[in-house]
């Protein structure tokens, strides 16, 4: 395999915003994972910012540690299901740290689902839905009337996933339909921003560019009681990163994995340069992009892309 692939698409430099010092940004799922490592890549650039989430445990550390770096920072119980918990936040933002510039509408969870999609709890589908898709939804209606109304420069960063925006792997059909929605609103919204000649610039973050080791295989920590279901984990069995890699082991494969702080710098880089894609790639993940396109002009019957 070889070396990582990045490459920005930088809008004119006289509108980018290469200074986030005193900037305010607003990181849902924040208090974990990338979000986590977004907070503390703004924060040492000198942004103070608000982290939203549901997990009391992660917040509770975070807040710890951000203090210890003397970053500016609140912690927010933020449930992303909930329109009125989004504006709570938005608020709390403008009024604790003076106002809005970012916003990482990053919460997201895996449902675990395996098997035939037919036989899928109703709850892992709700479950989802309700977080990674109205997640966004709802990040968007709380917080782009503001950004516009500041009529100043802002951003608005939505986290995707290459499983569903430009590759369908077969083994997470739940998260897999999730993620392409999503991206399919995040573009939907930078073309309205731009159609509108409006100050806000769109982005769509996408983790990467191998299996980022965050506790998403661990979302059940947070799956709320009235989802709840009989099974204790995954029914996958792949609750970790480190399951996920004794298994890929099982079949000969070393499974390579990127740190979240490496997905944070890549993605403040690219904002740096109003970059859109804020996308780092492998030589064989763009080989299976161009694969299905070419899949989809010649007609040719799907197979399915491996994890890689």
């Known amino acids: ?41 703004l924060g040492r650039r000198g942004a103070k910012v608000a982290v939203g989430d549901v997990d009391a445990d992660a917040m509770q550390q975070i807040a710890v540690d951000l203090e210890a770096e003397n970053i500016e920072a609140i912690v927010v ?10 504006n709570a936040l938005a608020d ?34 709700q479950w989802c839905l309700n977080v990674n898709v109205w997640g966004v939804i709802n990040s968007i209606r709380a917080f782009m009337p503001r950004l516009v109304a500041t009529g100043k420069e802002a951003h608005f960063v939505v986290t995707g996933s290459g499983n569903g925006a430009y590759l369908i792997l077969p083994d997470a059909p739940i998260y897999t339909a999730s993620k392409a929605t999503v991206h399919a609103i995040t573009e939907n919204l930078h073309y309205q921003c731009q159609a509108g000649q409006l100050p806000v610039k769109v982005s769509a973050l996408f983790p990467g560019p191998h299996v980022v080791d965050t506790g998403l295989f661990n979302s059940g920590r947070v799956r709320p009681e009235a989802l709840q279901k009989d099974t204790q984990g ?14 890929a082991a099982q ?19 690219g904002l740096e340069q109003d970059a859109f894609w804020l996308l780092e790639t492998t030589e064989d993940t763009d080989a299976k992009i161009r694969a299905r396109a070419e899949m989809i002009l010649n007609r040719t019957t799907p197979v399915p892309a491996m994890l890689g």
């Not at 996958?236 to 890699?245: A, E, L, P, Q, T």
């Not at 079949?251 to 880089?269: C, F, N, S």
Request: proline share 3%; net charge negative; aromatic share 6%.
């Open 1 to 41: 395999m070889g070396a990582p692939v990045l490459r920005y698409l930088a809008g004119p430099a006289g509108d980018r915003v290469k200074d986030f010092n005193g900037k305010v940004a607003v990181i849902t799922g924040g208090a974990s994972g990338v979000g986590r490592s977004l907070a503390f890549a």
């Open 77 to 86: 119980h933020c449930d992303v299901t909930s329109l009125e918990s989004l």
């Open 92 to 125: 709390a933002a403008t009024d604790k740290l003076g106002g809005l510039d970012l916003v990482f509408a990053n919460a997201g969870i895996g449902a675990g689902e395996t098997g035939a999609m037919w036989d899928y709890s109703e709850k892992d589908w």
């Open 234 to 247: 995954n029914e996958s069995g792949i609750n970790s990163v480190d399951d996920m890699k004794e298994m």
């Open 251 to 269: 079949y000969g494969i070393e499974l390579q994995t990127t740190h979240p702080d490496e997905v944070a710098e890549m993605a403040v880089k």
